[in-house]
Every structure is written in structure tokens, then in C-alpha cells.
């Protein structure tokens, strides 16, 4: 599939491909996003449907609503164009992203300080959606130039996004007055630029490969050691952290990054530091460096003001909890947990919850059996707890109640927990 806006690269990109499917034996369809964000947007998607008509090429035309954020317009747009394209069903999706696009986007980034990935700018392919589409992107060594000799030669027809020529956007700048500027004192940075981009791709899987090493023995299931990453260099402890926080999702930036480490290695030892990334935020506890979701991190051991419904459980093997991740059930004879007779409801924690650990002891605050499991503080909220009627019988981290734990012979369950944050 190719992205069709129906502008001149992506129609250069469309005729091209269609030229190539007799000799490569390839499907070919297009996908046009409509935004809905210029006045011409209809006739645009138009033009695209009575040029895939002449080409015999099928186009899909996605509307989307963009929600303008902090970030702009231009951003939002990248972003529910993503929210389509991890729907495609398509081995591969081609852009029409070129030389002078790699150049500006290699600018922007420098003048962002972008670290060694920002910098990376855009690969030729890359993989989406845990690897069901690849992302192509077979122009990024051709100058825009060529392409309009190119299309002109041949009397292809395209639209003009107006937007293109908007002084306010930092793209139109960098395109129509910086790289022109360099071009004329130094010839060829647009190329130069471009290559550049390849180099710093190097350098980021090396970054990549050396945090990998250092995290053998720092990083585990239970978070980052903080003794292992205060034993290395300060750089490689920045990196070792960066790639920790870039696994889960972070929006890094060198100055938080900095200040994330500062707080980890050198606030008081009762401290329970935070540092926001984006979505998702750094915390400390017992010696461990932890990565949790931005708006969940309450920092004390407090209850949600407003639990979600229960969700009830009918037997299947998986019950999806939403944001609280997946609960696996698995039958067993002679242990685990005994569910019946039932109703049984997956609750989320309300705050003086008891629980019997074993026949021959007392029923205990789930509050300090949370906290003698080392269960941080911000997470014990969000556990998810299985009631059998209106009884807890097992919890995520402690186990069953003794009332609820399968004899010899006793048909009981495996509860697990695969957790989304």
C-alpha cells in the first residue's frame, strides 16, 4: 500500500509503483487519510480516487478527527495518520519521504537537541505494529528535484497542500529559507545533512547495543538496580536509563533525563522521587528504579477515588481488564485457588481490604501484606482482586485466602497476572 496524499512526492511514489507490479509481482493499493483540516480536503480526496481510477490502483480513504494538543496541528495529524496505518491490513505501507525531507527533519532535530536517535531522522523501513507492517520509505535518497523533473516529464497531475507555504510552520522555514541559505554557502547540505542521519543511526544502535550490556545485571523484572547503574560512568548510566525509559514508552529529553538520574542517585534514602516522561514516570523504591504510567503514580499507599465496575468472570481462560492488563486462568486438581460457588469479580482495591495467608493465622490488613511484599506504593491501587460473592480470595503478589485454597483433590485455579503498565 502506498500513502496518497495526492501532492507531488507521494504521486511521483504512486506512478512508480504502479509501473513496477507487471515486473515485481506485487499487489498494489493506496490509502489516502483524509483530515479534514483544509477547506479543499474533499477535492482532494477526489482528485486521488480519479487518479487510482486511471491507474487501476484500489484506494482506501480513511477521515480522521484530529485532536489538536499541545504539540500542534501538525503533530496531532502524524498522529491519527498512525492510528490508520496500524489498522491497515497490508504487508507494507511506502511514503513518499525524500532527501530534502530527511535533511529538514535532521535540522529540526539538531536545533530540538534530538540525541543520537532523534538525529537517526527516518530509516528506510521499519516495523510496526509488533512487526505486521513494514514501513518503506524508497525515495529517501532522491532530491525533491528530481522528482518534479520527474513528474512534469511525464504531465503527472497533483494538488498543492496551501499549507505548505505557511510561514508559521517550522517545516516551511527550515525548507523555504534555512536549507536554501545553507545550500548557497555551503553546496550540497541538503545531501550532506541527509547522509549525516545514516551516521547518527550508527551511533544509536551502538548507544543501544552498550545499554543492553550494562543492563544484563541491572535491570530484572523487579526494575533497575540503582547500585549497579551508580557504579557506572555518568554517561553510561544516562544511556543504560534512557534505553530503560525508551522500552517503556517514554518521551525523553536530555534535560529530564539528567534530572531523572540526579534524583535516583542522590535524593534521601526515604525519598520516593518523580520524574515525568511523556505517558509514563520514574520512581524509586528499595533500590530499584521503576517505570510507571504518568497520571497513575499517586506516590502514597492510598485508594482511587472512583474504582471501575467489577468485572465478573465466567470461566474463560484470559479476562482482559482493560488498562489493568490481562488475569490467565489455568484449571488444576489439588491446588491453587477454589472459585466457587461464585459469582466470581475481579475488583480493583477500595481500602480495608483482610486476608488469611494461612489456616493457622490471623486475618491481616491487605495494606501491610502489600507492603511486606514490596508492592510500591503507587501500585497497590491498581492490583486487580479476585472476590468469590463478596469475599477476597486471592490477590496479585500475596496469593489466595486459606479458606480459598484447593485441597487434595479440590478443583482449584492458577491465577496470573499479565499487567499493561
Not at 123 to 152: F, H, I, Q, S, T
Not at 268 to 288: C, I
Not at 364 to 383: M, V
Request: hydrophobic share 40%; net charge positive; with cysteine.
Amino acid at each position: 500500500m502506498v500513502g496518497y496524499s495526492g501532492g507531488l512526492d507521494s504521486s511521483a511514489l504512486l506512478h512508480l509503483l504502479a509501473g513496477l507490479r507487471p515486473g515485481l509481482g506485487f499487489s498494489l493499493a493506496a490509502l489516502h487519510v483524509h483530515h479534514g483540516l483544509s477547506p479543499r480536503a474533499d477535492d482532494w480526496a477526489a482528485h486521488c480516487e480519479n487518479v487510482c481510477r486511471g491507474l487501476d490502483v484500489p484506494l482506501a480513504v480513511e477521515r480522521v478527527r484530529v485532536e489538536r494538543g499541545a504539540e500542534g496541528p501538525e503533530a496531532a495529524a502524524r498522529a491519527a495518520r498512525y492510528r490508520v496505518f496500524s489498522r491497515l491490513d497490508a504487508d507494507a505501507l511506502a511514503l513518499a519521504h525524500h532527501r530534502d525531507d530527511q535533511a529538514e527533519t535532521v535540522l529540526a532535530q539538531l536545533l530540538r537537541g534530538g540525541g543520537a536517535k532523534g538525529l537517526a531522522a527516518m530509516p528506510v523501513c521499519r516495523v510496526l505494529d509488533g512487526g505486521r507492517l513494514r514501513l518503506l520509505r524508497p525515495l529517501l535518497d532522491v532530491p525533491r528535484a528530481w522528482l518534479v523533473a520527474w513528474a512534469r516529464d511525464r504531465g503527472l497531475e497533483w494538488v498543492e497542500d496551501e499549507s505548505n507555504r505557511q510561514p508559521h510552520l517550522t517545516r516551511n522555514t527550515l525548507r523555504h529559507e534555512v536549507l536554501p541559505l545553507l545550500e548557497s554557502r555551503f553546496p550540497g547540505a541538503g545531501a550532506i545533512l541527509a547522509a549525516a542521519a545514516g551516521r547518527f543511526a550508527e551511533t544509536a544502535d551502538l548507544l543501544d547495543d552498550l545499554a543492553d550490556l550494562d543492563g544484563r545485571e541491572a535491570l530484572t523484572a523487579a526494575g533497575l538496580a540503582l547500585d549497579r547503574l551508580a557504579a557506572l560512568p555518568e554517561p553510561r548510566a544516562r544511556n543504560l536509563l534512557r534505553r530503560h525509559l525508551e522500552r517503556a514508552g517514554a518521551s525523553l529529553h536530555p534535560d529530564a533525563l539528567r534530572e531523572g538520574l540526579r534524583q535516583l542517585l542522590s535524593a534521601r534514602e526515604d525519598a520516593q522521587p518523580s520524574v515525568a516522561f511523556g505517558e509514563v514516570s520514574l520512581r524509586r523504591y528499595r533500590g530499584r528504579a521503576l517505570v510507571v504510567p504518568s497520571d497513575r503514580g499517586r506516590g502514597q499507599d492510598e485508594a482511587p477515588a472512583s474504582p471501575e465496575s467489577p468485572s465478573l468472570w465466567r470461566g474463560e481462560a484470559s479476562l482482559p481488564l482493560g488498562d489493568g492488563g490481562t488475569l490467565r486462568f489455568e484449571p488444576l486438581v489439588g491446588g491453587g485457588v477454589r472459585l466457587d460457588p461464585g459469582p466470581v469479580t475481579v475488583r480493583r482495591r477500595l481500602g480495608g481490604e483482610r486476608l488469611r495467608v494461612a489456616p493457622n493465622r490471623p486475618r491481616r490488613c491487605l495494606k501491610d501484606l502489600l507492603r511486606e511484599a514490596a508492592i510500591p506504593p503507587w501500585q497497590r491501587d491498581r492490583l486487580p482482586l479476585v472476590y468469590v460473592g463478596d469475599r477476597l480470595a486471592w490477590v496479585v503478589g500475596i496469593g489466595p485466602d486459606a479458606a480459598f485454597q484447593a485441597g487434595a483433590g479440590e478443583r482449584g485455579w492458577l491465577i496470573s497476572w499479565d499487567r499493561s503498565w
